[in-house]
């Protein structure tokens, strides 16, 4: 889910950190709730009162959520719970510390077949590209990354998660996560 909330001006103010105050209006984490939300003024009842829709409300969450996952990933790579790369990545699957799996929506599939975290251990992501992993990783572009358990773990794959619903990629697979909703 989503908050939203009326900003001083009247306007619509995505919450993705769910920290600003006043009455929050939720919506599901995807596309086409949030496209059908705008379309159906649903803003505006929620708020119970005229409120102005931002244009380009849906790419600027989704703008949003990238960079969360970015910032967030970043974070935990240097507290020492995310790889990045092929061999790091196969080497934590193999001794069974990953508990999340990333890997780059514009990857091979072929590349990206040979990494898999063992069914019920964990969730797979593959909602970023390869240069908004990188962002994370401090390199030009990241095909695979893996993350150990960890509070900014959780918080990872709830960000990833969300950010999958929006971008309609429902491949965040593993316990729980059939949905792609958080």
């Known amino acids: 889910?989503?908050?939203?909330?009326?900003?001083?001006?009247?306007?619509?103010?995505?919450?993705?950190?769910?920290?600003?105050?006043?009455?929050?209006?939720?919506?599901?984490?995807?596309?086409?709730?949030?496209?059908?939300?705008?379309?159906?003024?649903?803003?505006?009842?929620?708020?119970?009162?005229?409120?102005?829709?931002?244009?380009?409300?849906?790419?600027?969450?989704?703008?949003?959520?990238?960079?969360?996952?970015?910032?967030?990933?970043?974070?935990?790579?240097k507290a020492g719970l995310a790889v990045a790369g092929y061999e790091k990545v196969r080497g934590m699957l193999q001794a069974g510390e990953a508990v999340a799996l990333l890997q780059a929506a514009d990857g091979s599939e072929r590349g990206k077949s040979k990494l898999r975290l063992p069914a019920e251990e964990g969730v797979s992501f593959d909602c970023l590209t390869a240069q908004e992993m990188g962002l994370s990783f401090g390199r030009d572009h990241v095909i695979h990354a893996a993350l150990c358990a960890g509070g900014l773990t959780t918080r990872v794959v709830e960000e990833a998660t969300r950010l999958s619903g929006l971008r309609g990629k429902i491949g965040a697979t593993g316990p729980g996560k059939d949905d792609g909703i958080a």
């Open 1 to 77: 889910m989503i908050r939203f909330v009326v900003g001083p001006d009247g306007g619509i103010v995505p919450d993705l950190a769910g920290k600003l105050p006043g009455r929050g209006i939720w919506v599901t984490a995807r596309r086409e709730a949030l496209e059908l939300a705008v379309k159906k003024r649903a803003f505006a009842r929620g708020a119970k009162r005229q409120v102005a829709v931002p244009e380009g409300l849906v790419e600027t969450v989704e703008a949003g959520l990238c960079r969360r996952v970015t910032d967030l990933l970043s974070l935990a790579r």
